[in-house]
């Protein structure tokens, strides 16, 4: 066990932990954070997106020893119900979900990817959003959500 | 009088409610314990419900109205559809109304939310609906009771009752009924408002969950908390019908957090204080298993498996008994088999539930879709009496029927009964994949005669598909932890020779669109062929299955569909024009024309004319149902791309029409329809459970790719026909029905390559290319 200070939307937390733990584990059960999900825990689906370094990583294969003293974002740190983020309210004004269990990891992986690329294009960002996996089948809503941010990005 | 455990009081508490302030909103909630005392079981698939207004609406002091239902929120929309069915009976704001759902302490029994049972079960005049209207018109004879005038004198708006000549006569609900009960059964002929009179219901509400999910604060089954909760996992046998010999709990004696090795029977579990410390203890633990005396039966054989398995249930579905002389006078006959694979739920998150068992007690926190059954079974687990166990609906990822939700609640259960405390459990990918009810594999074998004309004389249907289990029911054995646990799932029940059909019932659409659907005298079928059989078998299945959106429907109209647009082919008809000559169900025919009108579909047969062997190929293809023969009306129309070099689909467009009777709600159908669209072509085109000799292959997202969000996504188009003088029908598993044959028939059109199988892999693509 250690002691370990997390930077979670912008607040600090020490947490005593087996440096070992995949940072998920922690973001949701130390810290009871909604946002991050374990879908898979192999890195494979990315329900567990938090945003790190400008990189959407998957939390549930990270040791949360590598990513101490780092600002991690969660879904919450986007914004908030009464006050959505840009994209959070795109996912809302598209009803850009069904069961919603996938959304943390579509919108951190479509904000990190056009925060890095705000010129993105289409066919870029269809790609961008690859290894990303929504059961419910609500690509087109989603994709439709992304895009309507990607052009307030550019504007 | 129910029980409640400090755990289930905290939440109640939390939720700003004491018991005592929840009873004198809801005085509805005696009447709903007194009812099920003792009912161990619910009869069908809707369970009993409640005659009894009380147990469906309840209306405060200061007017807020609160509804309980059964049929619970799946992602699929239904808590906002019923949040706006009860505003619009009631004539309140939509934001006026609570809804509370799937609660053993608190809700009617409904049985299961599946098979796309709560638009009829709750929209139409029965259950949650007639509630609503039952206590508009007690409302209205009360408050002209109270004003001394006759009820069509009054108007309802906004919880307030007035006179319509003279507004300042008034009475609220709140002043009606406020803080009591209505103490009246359901009115059977209470009138529902009509829809062309609608102002919340039929409208695009945006669905009430999804600020918080969008903002990452709602909170699903996977994030209860309890406090003092641990953390379980489970090890699962590592081949399919291995038994434990032993577990040596020295192998983790040097773990961090570990507070418990549970062993009963073949189920083997571990619980911890951290959700890691759990994980890494159940994957060191050595357990000892000793193998089946037999391997599975090879995957690559398996339809001929089911084809010869000899040990067979038997039933016809329609036989008018002159299949033989009708082939024999046809000028044509075509065959052909069709086969589909098992395929998972393969929800996005892996099961979870907590349990809090204490003392003779159990509280259940579960995503299941069956809240009483899952209480009756749980008690067996534990041994308790059902009363004695409280199932809580939270909601966990998109299911799609039985995933892992009823067995992981099992897992919990025992678990936190070993401990005495609270326990959450969430599966691995594996043991989610590895061990959940399959979607059924089907093979089946079509023939038809067709005349001199080319119209169809006779259609010849049987089939053969594998059952094991299924929902608990009363049968904790249908699902791993409960056989694990030392339950048997319900026993396979060999018959042969089929019994004659009694009455009609199309329920796994066995039976194609294409013919009357005669037994005696009742036809109930779509279609204008008077001659027609369906014989299903099925067998045992080595694998456990369960209902998969849109089960066993999914997979004969794959075959009903594909099988049509070969006998066009055969006689050089378009698709769509000779499903026509064969159609008699108006509604039918309606959608089957508004998708072909909407995607601009041109008269001709399939192939297209020109189609070449080589480079990208483009077609359609046209499907369509009634699903479950009386539960809504779809058709679809799919573009698609055939990149012949590498045997690659990409499907382009899909145009779907829709008939389900009155909308609830447009938008959140729209969602419905182009989610079960896209769910069909990521099974159409991707999704196989796969196995070797012992065990399941296909076990996380690498082994059983399904379609991920991009790229490749087609453009899809919904035509939404409004029958408001109809009765609502489900719209969830109806565009995931159709998929498969509309984009095997697109692919033939194409290519003039017929798929058979699915999933339509390249390489078996390829091989019906050449």
Request: net charge positive.
């Amino acid at each position: 066990m250690a002691v370990l200070n997390l930077r979670v939307n912008g607040r600090s937390y020490p947490v005593e932990v087996d440096p070992a733990t995949p940072l998920l584990y922690v973001l949701s059960d130390d810290l009871k954070l909604n946002g991050p999900k374990f879908g898979c825990g192999l890195g494979q689906c990315g329900s567990c997106s938090v945003i790190v370094r400008n990189q959407a990583i998957r939390s549930c294969i990270t040791p949360v020893s590598t990513v101490a003293g780092t600002e991690i974002t969660t879904l919450e740190g986007l914004g908030t119900i009464e006050k959505p983020h840009p994209i959070q309210k795109a996912f809302i004004d598209e009803q850009a979900m069904q069961c919603g269990f996938c959304v943390n990891g579509i919108i951190l992986t479509a904000k990190a990817f056009l925060d890095r690329n705000p010129k993105a294009t289409d066919v870029q960002i269809d790609q961008a959003m690859s290894d990303v996996l929504c059961r419910c089948g609500t690509n087109v809503r989603m994709l439709k959500a992304i895009k309507k941010y990607a052009q307030e990005v550019k504007a | 009088m129910k029980a409640w455990t400090p755990d289930a009081k905290a939440a109640l508490q939390q939720a700003g409610m004491s018991r005592r302030d929840f009873l004198k909103t809801s005085g509805a909630l005696i009447v709903a314990f007194k009812m099920e005392q003792g009912r161990g079981v619910a009869p069908g698939f809707n369970g009993p419900g409640s005659a009894q207004l009380d147990s469906w609406i309840a209306i405060g002091a200061d007017g807020s109205i609160t509804a309980y239902t059964g049929k619970c929120e799946l992602g699929h929309g239904l808590y906002t559809a019923q949040t706006q069915l009860i505003a619009e009976e009631l004539s309140v704001p939509f934001n006026r109304v609570k809804l509370i759902q799937c609660d053993t302490a608190l809700t009617p029994d409904q049985g299961t939310t599946s098979g796309a049972q709560s638009h009829p079960s709750n929209f139409n005049q029965g259950s949650l609906a007639l509630a609503g209207a039952t206590a508009r018109e007690a409302l209205l004879e009360r408050a002209s009771t109270r004003l001394g005038v006759g009820v069509d004198q009054l108007a309802a708006q906004d919880g307030v009752i007035q006179l319509k000549t003279d507004t300042s006569k008034k009475v609220t609900y709140g002043e009606l009924v406020g803080g009591r009960k209505f103490s009246i059964a359901l009115n059977r002929n209470a009138k529902r408002k009509p829809p062309n009179t609608w102002t919340v219901l039929g409208k695009p509400i945006p669905r009430i969950e999804i600020p918080a999910m969008a903002a990452g604060q709602f909170e699903y089954v996977h994030n209860v908390r309890v406090p003092g909760m641990l953390h379980g996992q489970v090890v699962r046998p590592p081949v399919v019908g291995a038994t434990l010999a032993s577990v040596d709990e020295r192998s983790i004696s040097g773990l961090p957090g570990v507070v418990k090795v549970i062993v009963k029977k073949n189920f083997v579990g571990v619980v911890a204080e951290k959700p890691y410390q759990a994980m890494r203890a159940a994957n060191q633990l050595k357990v000892n298993w000793t193998p089946p005396p037999t391997t599975l039966p090879s995957h690559s054989n398996f339809f001929d498996w089911m084809r010869n398995h000899g040990t067979t249930r038997d039933a016809f579905t329609v036989n008018s008994k002159d299949i033989d002389a009708q082939i024999a006078k046809s000028s044509k006959v075509v065959k052909a088999t069709y086969l589909y694979p098992y395929q998972m739920h393969g929800a996005i998150a892996s099961s979870c539930a907590v349990a809090d068992v204490q003392g003779t007690q159990a509280t259940v926190w579960s995503a299941t879709q069956a809240v009483y059954p899952l209480r009756n079974t749980v008690a067996t687990v534990l041994g308790f009496k059902p009363e004695d166990v409280h199932v809580i609906y939270k909601m966990g990822s998109g299911c799609y029927g039985i995933n892992g939700a009823d067995t992981v609640s099992f897992d919990a259960a025992l678990l936190s009964q070993a401990v005495g405390k609270p326990v959450r459990v969430q599966l691995t990918r594996k043991d989610e994949m590895a061990w959940e009810n399959y979607g059924v594999a089907y093979l089946i074998d079509q023939r038809a005669g067709l005349d001199s004309a080319g119209n169809i004389l006779t259609w010849d249907h049987e089939s053969w598909s594998p059952t094991r289990g299924g929902r608990p029911g009363n049968n904790p054995g249908n699902v791993v932890t409960g056989f694990l646990a030392g339950f048997e799932p319900a026993p396979f029940a060999a018959r042969t020779p089929a019994p004659d059909p009694t009455n009609y019932n199309n329920g796994s659409n066995a039976v194609p669109s294409y013919v009357t659907g005669c037994v005696g005298a009742q036809c109930g079928g779509t279609g204008t062929v008077a001659s027609q059989r369906v014989l299903t078998h099925t067998v045992p299945s080595p694998f456990w299955t369960g209902p998969l959106r849109s089960p066993a429907r999914l997979q004969n109209t794959f075959a009903h569909e594909s099988f049509m647009d070969e006998l066009a082919a055969a006689i050089k008809a378009d698709p769509v024009e000779y499903r026509l000559r064969h159609l008699k169900d108006q509604r039918l025919i309606d959608v089957l024309k508004g998708a072909a009108r909407a995607a601009s579909w041109q008269t001709r047969p399939s192939p297209r004319s020109g189609a070449r062997r080589a480079g990208v190929a483009n077609g359609r293809g046209v499907s369509c149902v009634l699903y479950e023969g009386d539960n809504g009306y779809c058709a679809m129309v799919a573009d698609v791309d055939v990149h012949q070099d590498s045997g690659v689909i990409v499907v382009k467009r899909l145009v779907i029409a829709s008939d389900c009777g009155p909308i609830s709600n447009p938008d959140g159908l729209r969602n419905q329809l182009e989610g079960g669209a896209l769910h069909g072509v990521s099974r159409s085109l991707f999704e196989e459970v796969t196995w070797d000799a012992q065990k399941i292959t296909s076990i996380d997202w690498k082994t059983y790719r399904p379609l991920f969000l991009g790229p490749n996504v087609p453009r899809i188009e919904t035509v939404l026909i409004n029958r408001s003088e109809g009765e609502a029908m489900g719209a969830g598993e109806t565009a995931v029905t159709v998929a498969a044959a509309a984009i095997a028939n697109a692919v033939f059109d194409a290519t003039g390559a017929r798929l058979r199988q699915v999933p339509f892999t390249p390489e078996r693509v390829k091989a019906a290319l050449t």
